[in-house]
Nanobody, 127 residues
Framework: VQLQASGGGLVQVGGSLRLSCTAPGTTLRGYAVAWFRQAPGKGREGVAFVSAFGSISYYADSVKGRFTLSRDAGKTTAYLQMNRLKPDDTAVYYC?????????????????????WGQGTQVTVSS
């Protein structure tokens, strides 16, 4: 499935943004969804994950309590609500999805678990 991420932008410290991930022409029903981010000069970090039926979720320690991954009722869109943003949250954010599993969550998300990726959306948090 092809993914499209949107919603990035420039926000001040402490502000909020909501990122969206869609699969144009289809839905994300039956897909596990994750959000990764890559800051300048750093590797890609998995920040949030939800399993296909919502029974398993994961948040990186760095975003726990501030970020929430959710889906709409029709499973057409996955959202990443980001609150109390910090300068360290500045990165390109990517949504990812897959329908097979299994998915590593005990020691962080694994990029290779996800076969579909969006193009990335830039989030910049200014101080």
């Amino acid at each position: 499935v092809q993914l499209q991420a949107s919603g990035g932008g420039l926000v001040q410290v402490g502000g909020s943004l909501r990122l969206s991930c869609t699969a144009p022409g289809t839905t994300l029903r039956g897909y596990a969804v994750a959000w990764f981010r890559q800051a300048p000069g750093k590797g890609r970090e998995g920040v949030a994950f939800v399993s296909a039926f919502g029974s398993i979720s994961y948040y990186a320690d760095s975003v726990k309590g501030r970020f929430t991954l959710s889906r709409d009722a029709g499973k057409t869109t996955a959202y990443l609500q980001m609150n109390r943003l910090k300068p360290d949250d500045t990165a390109v954010y990517y949504c990812a999805a897959d329908s097979w599993g299994p998915y590593e969550t005990t020691s962080g998300l694994r990029e290779t678990d996800f076969r579909s990726w969006g193009q990335g959306t830039q989030v910049t948090v200014s101080s």
